[in-house]
Structure formats: structure tokens, C-alpha cells
């Protein structure tokens, strides 16, 4: 018993896990364990940088193998054993049908059972094909050979599966830690940014504290002189109670007369204004939308009107009042102080960046390739152009000053044209159409305004 066990463990030792046979050409992989060679060149042809191996999927550094001459002599030398064994054993081992106790001798190849003579006359096997049991064998040997040979390819398969599974695994367990730690920094970025709108916004709001205090101060003030005015001429008036009728009379035009002539109070409104934080670009992916979609875009001189003065890098335009005189030319704005862009789009998303410097009103957006340009009736949505007007007052600060920042964000086949406030990343307003024919980016100058100019930029 215990021989039959050793033998066991020796042929267990030489048969290859692959094809399960005993092993030919052995090989001896880096992770120790045998195969053969052919087997094991067949399963690693498809691979390039990791080879694992099919029993342990320890990854081995190439795709070599050590010849392992030893174990081949060894296998061969069990090979025989068993194979005069098996003989031996077959010889000795003389199958008898189950119901007559006769030596069979043929095969029912449909109903894949032995028959002995006795069983062949009988009916259940009467027009089946009963062949010799050595024909049956070497059929039957091929068909199951056949059978393994698909099954070891299944099997090829499906090791093959868990192996881009692993690296698939692999992989993603990659792209994890690698998001994970864009999202760290992201994060670390998001609480810089609160931090410093915090600090930002305190200061705003203590300096609001200090004018709403100033003006308070002033405007009570203001009242108690008023009211120390009003308190005088009352007592002025109670005292005139007491004088004749003559005296009274002849002074009473006086009161009146200053009595209308209070003035009012000078009251300074005090209006707090409410502070917000304003989220960074990238928490909107604003920035993403800039990186994938900015253009380039350059001022077409001949839509230009007359009256704006255009750089020489083409990206600038200034209302310059009364600069030339009307050109006849159908492309030229005439009634407007307008000028469009060289470049149309008629499909995909798109990105522009203006500065306004200066006051007045301006007009941002799109219009048709076939807009006209020298009508008298005012650019909208319904003659094919789409523009957010904004406008800037004079104040204490300088026209110069005066910057700011507005995104155009154009989706031709979702039919919207979005508006952003740069400085805060703020969503300012947004069309919604269905857009039909080539659109030109159009920048307008309100006829009232004074020198103001608009800049395209590029997002830094």
C-alpha cells in the first residue's frame, strides 16, 4: 500500500498541471514549479510584461524557462511503469456483461454501452451499430481526444480571462490611488481657497462696518441739529404766546416765514451688503471646460463699424466716436457699433475670455453668418442674434480701472450659450436655441457709451 502511494506521488511529481499528462521537454520556472515545455510556451505567446505562473500566478521577471533534464529522465522512466502496468492490468481485468455474465465483445455506439453475443440478438440494440471493442477503442480514444483538446483550449481561455482580470484589477486599484490623490490635492486647494475667502470676506465686511458706521455718525448729526433748529424756533413760538396782539402780529410773517424754510435732514442710507463665497473654477469644472474648448479668436476688420477703432493684433476693439464715414459695404455694421469674429462655428463646444475696460454698455454673444448688418431694427433672439448687455457707470475709479471679465461658452448641438463672470467664476445668464446655420462670435459697443474697449483674452 504504502509503495502503490509512493508511486502515486511520483507520477504526481511528473505530470504537467497544464495538460495533465506526464510531463515532456520539462521546464523548471522561476517560482519552482515544472510544466512542459511546449505547455508552457503556449500559455505565455499572447503576454508581453507579466508572465504568471498557472499554478501560484507568481509573476515572473521574462518569459524563460530552465530546461530540467533530470526530471525528464525521470519521467520517462515512470511513463513505462505505468504504461506496461496499465497493460498488465488490463490483460488481467476481463469485463462481463452485467446480465448474462459473459465476456463482452462489442460496442453499442449510440447507446455507449458493452454488449456480450447474448445481448447483441436483443431487441433494444437491434438497429443500433455494434462495432468491435478494438474499433470502439480507437474511436472512443479519439473522440475523447478531441474532447480534451477543446477542454484544455477552454481552460486556456478562461486561465486567460483571470489573468486581464488580475490586471484589470490591477490597474484600477492604479487609477484609484492615482485619483485619490488628485482628489487630495484638489481638496487641499478647495480649503486654501476657503480659508483665504474667509479672510477676504472679513475684511469686506469690517471695512462695510466702518462706512455704516461713518455714515450713521454723520446722519445723527444731521438730526440732532435738526432737531435742536426745530426745539429753538418752538420755544420761539411759545414765548411769542405771550406777547399783545399787536406785537404778536407784526412778528408772526418772521416764524412763518422760517418755519418753511427748515431744511431737511441730510440722512445718509445705510445698506449692508450681504457677503457669499464664491466657489473656485474647478469645483464647476470651469477650468476643465476652458482647457478643452478655448479659442483663438481674431476681429474681422470688414464687420467692423465705423465708428470702433480696431488693434493691430485684431484682438482689441475701442468706441472711438466719428472715427470714418460710412462705408457701402453689406457686410459692415452700420447702426449699430458692432464687430464680429473671423472665426464661425457650426458644430461643437467653444470657448471665448473678454475684458471690458471702461463705461458704458456692451453687448456679448452670437449672431447668424446671415445676419444683417445695416438694418435699423435692434439685435435679439428673433432675427438671429443672441448677446448679454451689461453696463458700466462712471464712478470716483478711473475708466481705466474699470475690468471686467465675462466667459462665452457655446454648445452648438445642445443649443445654449452660456455667460460666466470670470473674476467670481460666476454663471451669469444662458440662451437655450436651436441652432440652425454657422454662428460668428459678435462683441457691441452701446452708442452711449464713452471710451470703453473689449478685449479678447486668453484664460490664464
Known amino acids: 500500500m504504502a509503495f502503490a502511494n509512493s508511486l502515486e506521488e511520483i507520477q504526481e511529481e511528473v505530470s504537467c498541471p497544464l495538460c495533465l499528462d506526464f510531463l515532456r521537454e520539462p521546464v523548471t520556472i522561476d517560482c519552482g514549479h515544472n510544466f512542459c515545455g511546449p505547455c508552457i510556451r503556449q500559455r505565455w505567446q499572447y503576454l508581453e510584461d507579466i508572465f504568471p505562473c498557472p499554478v501560484c500566478l507568481y509573476h515572473c521577471a521574462d518569459g524563460n524557462v530552465k530546461v530540467n533534464a533530470p526530471l525528464c529522465h525521470i519521467s520517462d522512466v515512470v511513463r513505462q511503469h505505468f504504461t506496461r502496468r496499465q ?53 472512443q480514444r479519439k473522440k475523447l481526444k478531441r474532447r480534451m483538446n477543446i477542454l484544455k483550449r477552454q481552460i486556456e481561455i478562461a486561465e486567460m480571462d483571470e489573468s486581464n482580470q488580475v490586471s484589470i484589477f490591477l ?3 492604479q487609477n ?11 481638496l487641499e486647494e478647495f480649503d486654501f481657497f476657503l480659508r483665504k475667502e474667509q479672510v477676504e470676506a472679513n475684511a469686506r465686511l469690517f471695512k462695510s462696518e466702518e462706512d455704516v458706521r461713518h455714515k450713521l455718525t454723520t446722519s445723527k448729526n444731521h438730526l440732532s441739529s435738526h432737531i435742536d433748529t426745530l426745539k429753538s424756533l418752538l420755544a420761539e413760538i411759545v414765548e411769542k404766546q405771550f406777547l399783545t396782539d399787536q406785537h404778536l402780529l407784526a412778528s408772526i410773517k418772521s416764524i412763518y416765514t422760517r418755519c ?33 474648448f478655448e479659442e483663438a479668436l481674431m476681429l474681422d476688420l470688414e464687420t467692423a463699424h465705423p465708428d470702433l477703432l480696431i488693434s493691430e493684433d485684431r484682438k482689441t476693439v475701442t468706441y472711438k466716436a466719428n472715427l470714418q464715414d460710412f462705408l457701402d459695404n453689406p457686410h459692415t455694421f452700420t447702426p449699430f457699433p458692432a464687430v464680429l469674429s473671423c472665426e464661425g462655428f457650426d458644430e461643437g463646444r ?35 442674434c443672441w448677446s448679454f448687455e451689461q453696463s458700466r457707470r462712471t464712478s470716483c475709479i478711473s475708466d481705466k480701472e474699470l475690468v471686467v471679465r465675462v ?3 457655446l454648445d452648438y448641438e445642445l443649443g445654449e450659450l452660456s455667460f460666466y463672470n470670470m ?38
Open 87 to 139: 497493460t498488465k492490468k488490463e490483460q488481467e481485468e476481463k469485463l462481463l456483461c452485467e446480465r448474462h455474465n459473459v465476456a463482452v465483445d462489442l460496442f453499442c455506439e449510440e447507446d455507449l454501452e458493452l454488449l456480450c453475443p447474448q445481448c447483441r440478438d436483443s431487441p433494444d440494440h437491434q438497429y443500433h451499430r455494434l462495432v468491435p471493442l478494438e474499433r470502439a477503442e480507437v474511436s
Open 171 to 173: 490597474q484600477e486599484c
Open 176 to 186: 484609484m490611488e492615482k485619483w485619490g490623490g488628485e482628489m487630495h490635492l484638489e
Open 260 to 292: 418753511a424754510k427748515i431744511p431737511s435732514p441730510t440722512v445718509t442710507p445705510c445698506e449692508l451688503r450681504k457677503e457669499s463665497c464664491t466657489l473656485p473654477p474647478h469645483y464647476f469644472s470651469l477650468h476643465r471646460m476652458i482647457g478643452a
Open 350 to 384: 467653444h470657448f471665448w475670455q473678454v475684458e471690458v475696460r471702461g463705461t458704458g454698455e456692451w453687448f456679448l454673444g452670437v449672431c447668424k453668418e446671415s445676419f444683417c448688418k445695416n438694418t435699423l431694427t435692434a439685435p435679439a433672439p428673433h432675427n438671429g
Open 407 to 409: 466667459g462665452v461658452f
Open 423 to 460: 473674476d467670481s467664476r460666476m454663471f451669469l445668464y444662458k440662451f437655450t436655441e436651436a441652432f440652425t446655420e454657422r454662428l460668428m462670435p459678435y462683441f457691441s459697443i452701446g452708442p452711449s457709451s464713452r471710451t470703453l474697449s473689449i478685449s479678447i483674452a486668453t484664460v490664464e
